[in-house]
Nanobody, 123 residues
Framework: QVQLVESGGGLVQAGGSLRLSCAAS????????MRWYRQAPGKERDFVAQ????????PYADSVKGRFTISADNAKNTVYLQMNSLKPEDTAIYYC????????????????WGQGTQVTVSS
């Protein structure tokens, strides 16, 4: 079982910045890659960025490259998403996701989700 708690969302004007946090806990959470997703009203939940606790590549969605930065603080068991140069189209609920890699046995969940945090960017 992995528990994820997001925080840091809010209302910001276009061009502004926000920093989202995802605190992870539970059994063997370090086995999981950490991801941020977002879901705008009426749209599908989309991938934003990914990071591993041990470091390595950090892929991003094309729509956020150069503006968003994902990072992890192992001592605090927390993943961050620094969002700069925000645009109205970034408005969405942002979700933290823990994805086990390599995949867990079929009887063990391989994905856990936080409750989401609302980000609203005004023009």
């Amino acid at each position: 079982q992995v528990q994820l708690v997001e925080s840091g969302g809010g209302l910001v004007q276009a061009g502004g910045s926000l920093r989202l946090s995802c605190a992870a806990s539970g059994r063997s959470f370090s086995r999981y890659d950490m991801r941020w997703y977002r879901q705008a009203p009426g749209k599908e939940r989309d991938f934003v960025a990914q990071i591993s606790w041990g470091g390595g590549a950090t892929p991003y969605a094309d729509s956020v490259k150069g503006r968003f930065t994902i990072s992890a603080d192992n001592a605090k068991n927390t993943v961050y998403l620094q969002m700069n140069s925000l645009k109205p189209e970034d408005t969405a609920i942002y979700y933290c996701n823990a994805h086990r890699n390599p995949p867990a046995p079929s009887w063990v969940p391989s994905d856990y989700w936080g409750q989401g945090t609302q980000v609203t960017v005004s023009s």
